[in-house]
């Protein structure tokens, strides 16, 4: 299924011994068709060794670019960076590095529908969030759908004073954790949504809590949604990118001051 982690019914081992045996045995033929149809066909010294080299180097490049083409194939089907990573021993960071912007790349017909949105400008996201290694997965998930210009924030008072600065950018969406120093998600939500300058902002909260108090108290203060935090690394980037799906891509936001 599109986005899924794939499974492989061999080890890790198992499959780079096959893949290594089989790239040895096409180079082997490839190095004797070349010895063969040269006119220097010498058998001795130096001239198989480098010919392997040679056609080493440019299998190597070969399958640079199947992988490249694999990759594009997985995006359109659904994966993202954290399973292109995994299918390749690569972190999420890995697979973006080695194969940076493709989810840009389409070699359609101008008449197909990209996997990116294009919007007339970068849309605004304020993240309230004090954990540093969820915040780094929010902002690759939410960059990962288009052009994102990300403020992030540790507390409910950085928040307010971010939002109330003269001449502050009005966010498009704010992102809200709920357990946070000084401030908490559960007051600034309440601050928010009581003032006339603030309250037409979508607030997504996004926390670990499932606690029923906890979602009851955020939709009694006006919440535009709550979503639980998943565990799996693959499912969060999913939640966030629904959520940035929806009220970036889908709903109409209102308009700005």
């Avoid at 998930?141 to 052009?147: I, K, M, P």
Wanted: one cysteine or more.
């Amino acid at each position: 299924m599109p986005g899924k982690n794939f499974v492989l019914r061999s080890t890790s081992e198992e499959t780079a011994a096959i893949a290594e045996a089989a790239v040895a045995r096409l180079a082997g033929r490839l190095v004797l068709q070349l010895l063969e149809e040269s006119a220097d066909s010498a058998t001795g010294g130096t001239a198989p060794a480098l010919s392997t080299l040679h056609i080493l180097d440019h299998l190597q490049r070969a399958a640079e670019r199947l992988q490249h083409r694999a990759a594009i194939t997985a995006a359109r089907a659904g994966a993202g960076y954290p399973q292109l990573g995994s299918a390749c021993g690569l972190t999420r960071q890995g697979a973006r590095r080695r194969w940076p912007g493709i989810f840009d790349h389409s070699d359609e017909a101008p008449t197909e529908t990209l996997i990116m949105t294009s919007p007339d400008r970068a849309f605004d996201v304020l993240l309230v969030e004090d954990d540093a290694a969820d915040a780094i997965l929010i902002e690759e998930a939410l960059t990962e759908r288009g052009a994102r210009n990300l403020v992030q924030v540790t507390d409910g008072i950085a928040a307010l004073e971010h939002l109330r600065a003269p001449g502050a950018v009005r966010p498009d969406l704010i992102v809200l954790d709920l357990n946070m120093p000084r401030m908490n998600g559960r007051d600034l939500l309440r601050v928010l949504k009581t003032d006339e300058d603030l309250r037409t902002i979508p607030v997504v909260v996004l926390t670990t809590s499932a606690a029923p108090d906890d979602v009851n108290g955020a939709y009694s203060s006006h919440a535009n949604a709550y979503v639980t935090k998943p565990v799996n690394l693959a499912e969060f980037e999913q939640a966030v990118q629904s959520i940035d799906a929806f009220y970036l891509d889908t709903a109409t936001r209102p308009p700005r001051n």
